[in-house]
């Protein structure tokens, strides 16, 4: 697949070859393409080569990314192909770039697979946020589970305050006086208890 640019600036019939292949697989028993080797042209001569790497997809599909570059800081898909030759001297970067080599249907690209990773940064702390967010919740079942009812009777002396209304019939027998130094005080006989269920 060739990209023809004719003349821009100093660079006499700039041209951008692809060079694509397409294999069949068994595994997934169909045929897939893959962009084996970018190439630059200017002056009638190749210039640069470009190995590219990862970039594939079904032969059905076509292939998509947001940045297919020589640069490491968009994950270098393009590989200078020698040290001796002039790729070194080339940034090469494609953004938004979309590729499909065979089976193209009235001019128009096929669905896109995707160069994103499947294990992509917001994809994994999404994971390890998920993780933590589960954790958290089998603790609080398991505290659930082996929480224990209070079962244990607790009995406390009752305030005489709040004891209900006595007969007067009942005074003589629930008193009886303590004499000390003179004066009289009374004391209950019967102790009542209250008992306290949780």
Same mark, same amino acid.
């Not at 630059?40 to 297919?68: D, G, K």
């Not at 709040?162 to 005074?171: H, T, V």
């Given at each position: 697949?060739?990209? !023809?640019? /004719?003349?821009?600036?100093?660079? !006499? ?10 294999? *069949?697989?068994? &595994?997934?028993?169909?045929? $897939?393409?893959?962009?084996? #080797? &970018?190439?630059?042209? @200017?002056? =009638? ?8 790497? #990862?970039? *594939? ?13 020589? &640069? ?15 790729? !070194?001297? $080339? ?15 009235? /001019? =128009? ?36 589970? =082996?929480?224990?009812? &209070?079962? #244990?009777? @607790? ?16 005074? /003589? ?26």
């Amino acid at each position: 697949l060739s990209l !023809k640019f /004719g003349d821009i600036g100093d660079l !006499k019939g700039l041209v951008i070859r692809f060079l694509l292949t397409t294999s *069949y697989y068994q &595994l997934s028993v169909q045929n $897939w393409f893959s962009l084996h #080797r &970018l190439q630059l042209l @200017y002056n =009638h001569s190749i210039q640069a080569t470009f190995n590219a790497t #990862r970039i *594939y997809a079904p032969a059905s599909y076509s292939y998509h990314c947001e940045h297919v570059s020589s &640069l490491q800081r968009y994950d270098a898909l393009l590989i200078p192909s020698s040290a001796n030759d002039l790729s !070194k001297l $080339w940034e090469v970067t494609f953004i938004d770039f979309q590729i499909q080599g065979f089976n193209i249907q009235e /001019g =128009h690209f096929a669905y896109a697979k995707d160069c994103a990773s499947f294990f992509s940064p917001a994809i994994l702390m999404g994971l390890v946020m998920s993780l933590i967010l589960l954790l958290v919740l089998a603790y609080a079942l398991h505290m659930l589970i =082996h929480l224990k009812s &209070l079962d #244990r009777h @607790y009995e406390c002396k009752a305030s005489p305050a709040y004891f209900g209304q006595m007969k007067d019939s009942d005074i /003589g027998d629930e008193k009886e006086p303590l004499r000390n130094s003179g004066n009289e005080s009374y004391e209950l006989r019967n102790q009542q208890f209250c008992k306290i269920y949780i």
